[in-house]
């Protein structure tokens, strides 16, 4: 094991009928809410209703930003930024998914500050506070309702990085099961991608904690079970349930206790697929894993093998591969560039990206010729 | 699943070393020092220096209560708050396992305040603040490091009750795996037997959530693996990081994440032995649980099945419980009332006591019959 911190001080409020505890917790803040949201679909589906229904119940105001895209831009956080700059919010109401809550993550730093939101994604300034964020989310996936981490892309420079800081911790989260309700299959399926993707990213990070592998098995095997069965029954409440926990779990840091870091690097290489052609996060993984877990098979074939025994009955690196493989098919997840119409005659293009983005994994290291492999290999 | 709130402020500083940060954190909260620790053991392994070393780095005054027993009693508690309120203290350190953590939970509360800790242990005070504390970690069992729970016991009238608040999460927990070196063999297993019987405490509780028993049968697993190769080698740090981290996952809420509460039955009958005989926690839970599941065996079928599939490679519960029992007695732990010269005639006295204090499991009701069937598998 690796010396580590935990240290999470999301208050994270789970179930049914959740979100009729918003008005107390937004007590706590202020009256000046910025509200952040993505395209109008939360006004179909009830949800805004009840947002603005809690906001009223605190006697607050409200300041909306909304239009955040699903890959989110930078430009979009510092247009929000500036609404909740001229009107002086005091707390942010972030609802939606990852790109939701990750903009309004660097929104709630860019509000009190001069700066652009890229100055503060490309590290040019250090943010020293932070408006309270409280996140309601309505897309199982990315975990950003638990955890200190951003991404968002810039169009111009076609970048995509991360931010960290502790600042950006959702003060509260409410999840309700119910909420996830309307998210169509295709976009339940790459939630599932990419909860098991950030399990896996724990699991070839660097250190070794045979506790938190094992954690990390279990929300994948969870995963596994209940995917399938969701994907089959997508407004009952039980699988919608378990998915949307699992996701939280596999990114709120019990997948790295023990470790120095994840690894990233097949996020890395998402990143830019989506920055490049707009492809939905969770279906670029699906595409980037099993390509690099082909390419890393000798390295990480004890790995592979621990995870083969947990998940799949089997010791053997290769058939643990195809199992993930089969897997993603099985959730209706492209598993191949050519699945969305691309291929080698995007590979300049991609890894000029790539390199550009300047793209590697903390643990495993990847050359341009690395990358040019692991290209081929999505490809085909 | 039923709904639920994840909110653990602790934050937890995990590894070889980490004492070396103390100074600093101290500085967060105050100059001077209220220090708790048990017996003088910490004065000949070097951890008391250390502490002293850090505290007048960070420029601090300490005041000292030692003395805290194994099973803690509740007049060091006040004589111990006397002290923090007669010398003004800002913060509290406690240096021990979970006797001196829970004892220095209920001080933190009573130092602000005129009423006996009895007073706050019973809820006939509210207490609205707390003194700052900050856990040394020695023993790796309870799980208090990471916990706003609390037992503490009343020699005069033989009651030993649990105590829950917010307030006592402590704000910074160290744990070094070196410091539990010192720790012999049979604490070291009562410390194993008491991180396995929080988790099934978790795992028998109300609410099913499948995740959650996942990840609690990952706790136990990792204790049965390395649990009884610690006990070989005392002093491998490798072993001695395993348990700890597990001790700790098994109590810091993980375990009841989706359930309405653990059932704690068991520990309600363990905690009868402890006041009456002084047994340790952990050497009475080897006992109360192999006897109170053979008694439950009907209800928990379905339960133990899971466990028995995950742990021991059977489907069946019968099976399953001698696993269990196997596992304590690997471990050196009693298993029945008789290994630590207790028997029948004892009953009536444990009977007694246990209808006094109001045993009860939360999920898994007992009446005086069921007690009494439960004490004759205890028993024989």
Not at 329 to 358: C, F, V, Y
Request: aromatic content about 10%; proline content about 4%.
């Amino acid at each position: 094991m690796e010396n580590f911190i935990i240290n999470n001080p999301t208050c994270l409020h789970f179930g049914r009928g959740v979100i009729d505890d918003l008005s107390k917790v937004l007590g706590k803040y202020g009256k000046r809410v910025l509200l952040v949201y993505g395209k109008n679909s939360i006004k179909t589906n009830d949800i805004y209703r009840q947002i603005i229904n809690q906001i009223n119940i605190a006697n607050a105001s409200v300041y909306e930003y909304s239009g955040i895209k699903s890959n989110p831009v930078i430009s979009d956080v510092d247009a929000a930024a500036a609404v909740g700059r001229d009107n002086q919010v005091d707390v942010i109401v972030a609802v939606g998914g990852g790109s939701v809550i990750d903009s309004a993550k660097i929104i709630a730093l860019a509000v009190p500050m001069q700066n652009t939101a890229w100055d503060i994604m490309e590290n040019k300034v250090k943010p020293v506070r932070s408006i309270p964020l409280i996140a309601v989310l309505t897309l199982a996936a990315t975990g950003s309702e638990m955890n200190p981490f951003a991404v968002v892309q810039n169009d111009l420079t076609k970048q995509k990085p991360g931010y960290f800081s502790p600042l950006i911790f959702p003060k509260h989260s409410f999840l309700d099961p119910v909420f996830t309700y309307s998210v169509p299959a295709d976009y339940t399926a790459y939630g599932i991608v990419d909860l098991v993707a950030h399990a896996l990213e724990g699991f070839f990070g660097k250190g070794e904690t045979s506790l938190t592998d094992r954690f990390i098995s279990s929300i994948i095997k969870e995963a596994m079970e209940y995917g399938p069965l969701l994907l089959k029954h997508l407004n009952k409440y039980e699988y919608r349930e378990k998915i949307m926990f699992a996701a939280t779990c596999a990114l709120n840091g019990m997948t790295s206790y023990g470790k120095k870091n994840g690894d990233w690097g097949v996020h890395g290489i998402g990143h830019s697929l989506s920055v490049l052609y707009d492809v939905p996060h969770g279906a670029s993984l699906s595409i980037a894993y099993p390509a690099w877990m082909k390419y890393f098979k000798n390295q990480i074939g004890e790995k592979l093998s621990f995870l083969g025994k947990e998940l799949f009955n089997t010791p053997d690196p290769t058939v643990t591969i195809q199992g993930f493989e089969m897997f993603f098919k099985q959730l209706g997840a492209p598993t191949k560039l050519s699945d969305l119409g691309l291929g080698s005659r995007h590979k300049i293009e991609i890894i000029n990206n790539l390199i550009t983005n300047k793209v590697n994994g903390d643990n495993f290291l990847m050359d341009k010729v690395d990358l040019e492999n692991i290209f081929d290999l999505m490809a085909n």
